[in-house]
């Protein structure tokens, strides 16, 4: 991943942050707990919203010492009471991202210092829960959902301030955010290490939680979403292929990700990381894992941020967890039996263009033949400015294309699949040059509006409409509402979408003419 959509994705992030410091709950109890086993977790119970809060919960071992680049490790309690009130420390990463969310604060006339920095550590893998309270403890099971967060898989953490699942398990469900190794402590092919894809070990040991314990708060494990954006979104689709994720969740949401289904690296394509990060701390290039494992965690962020300013992480192929490419798994038809929502926003990168960028630039860069490039130029010619087409390019090629490949991949491995194309431009001149940004979606699935971006009758409107398709989707398997307009299941014979913003309705998806020319979808 280059420089310039790392730097997107942050500022795109940093713009989904409240400015307030995140709290567990301005008001609760202490009256609520779950058991498992023989051990206690005490948590937080509100008494207006009815939701019962499971803040940090352990959920396996710290990956620390030893455990460094080691698989995901079991947690076993050394107490018979555990306290989960508060979150834990963010996985460890350099504070880049911090710094652009203090940015972004300030730029919108706020003070930057009213966000408040999570503490970062190596010992991170602690999930949150959210679930209504049950008086009758022989109650139905609720259905679950998992919400995994973006970052580029090098920043970010479970509880950023639009990733609260409070409102969601207002309506009926218990909602879960998990951790995970970023940067070079998630992802590092070494010779020495068999696993390259820790990360995604992180995720799966948490699913497995969930299949384990999540009954006793009242989930049902026979009905899990998985549900993610960016980064972790397209963590998301790798696990649909993976064999060591199969049937621990039932449903899935992929937002503005899936690109590894048409693009995933080999383990040896990522070596260079290694020689790299042992220069930067050791300045030798040949260093061994236990040589690394004794280098300081914050010190290994910091230097991992330097030798890797312009790249990214994620999933490669070569390890038992993606033994093969997401890609070659859906062409023999091996997809997991999984049902998913997927989408991306219409101005992905508009807001992160360069303002004297154009269409031919890009055509420069990714040259294809004469009679391609003029129909690729007569599709964007509908008098929008260069920007707005060079955004719409770019947008197609990163997430467009990619969504309409998947779930394009997802019919035809037999599982179904629902697209939508997300639109909304919040009022006022500055949201109006963001156009639906890349995240812009988030907080209307999780109602948590920022209060220095403008919300209106609309906004609140559509977030209600979009939180009807997804409660549907996570109860009952199928996006359907008879209060709402249909949203048509995905068929390759016609490639329809659902638009969210200002109008609500079955639409042909913005991109299918861009990736029938860039040959994505063929």
Known sequence: MNKTFYTFFVLATAM???????????????????????????????????????????FAAPPIGELRWQPTQPYTPSESVIEVKQFAPACMQADRIVKWYKGVIEDFGGDPETFASPEFSEDCLYLNVWAPK????????LPVYIYMHGGSNKA???????????????????????????GVFGFFPHADSEYVNFALLDQIAALQWVQDNIAAVGGDPARVTLAGESAGADNIAVLLGSPMAKGLFHRAVVQSGGWSIVSMPERKEV???????????????????????????????????IAFAELGFGPSVGDPVVPVSLREVAKARKLHNVDVILGSNTNEYLVYLSPDQTVQQWIDENPSDKETVAAIKAVLNDGSTELEQVDRLITAVQFGCPTLKLAEQINSNGSRA????????????????????????????????D???????????????????????VAQGTP?????????????????????????????HPSIELCRLLAIIE
């Open 16 to 58: 989904l942050m409240n400015s307030p410091s995140v709290l567990a709950n301005a008001e609760t109890t202490n009256d609520a707990s779950f058991s498992v086993n023989d051990t206690v977790y005490n948590g937080n119970s509100s008494s207006d919203d009815q939701i019962n809060e499971y803040l940090g919960i352990p």
């Open 134 to 141: 049950t008086s009758n403890k022989d109650a139905e099971k």
């Open 156 to 182: 970010g953490w479970s509880y950023e301030p639009n990733y609260i699942g409070r409102k969601m398990a207002e309506r009926d469900m218990v909602v879960v955010s998990i951790p995970y190794r970023v």
């Open 271 to 305: 070596e260079h990381q290694i020689k790299a990060l042992s220069i930067e701390v050791l300045g030798d290039e040949n260093a061994s894992l236990e040589q690394l494992r004794k280098i300081d965690a914050q010190e290994l962020a910091l230097a991992a941020d």
């Open 418 to 449: 629902w697209v939508y194309d997300f639109n909304k431009v919040r009022t006022g001149e500055l949201a109006s040059k963001m156009g639906a940004y890349h995240g812009a979606e988030i907080p209307y699935i999780f109602n948590t509006h």
């Open 451 to 473: 209060d220095w971006l403008p919300t209106d009758a609309e906004d609140l409107q559509l977030t209600n409409e979009i939180a009807q398709y997804w409660s549907a989707f």
């Open 480 to 508: 359907q509402t008879e209060e709402l307009a249909q949203w048509p299941e995905f068929s390759e014979d016609q490639r329809l979408a659902i638009s969210l913003g200002k109008n609500v309705q079955a639409v042909s």
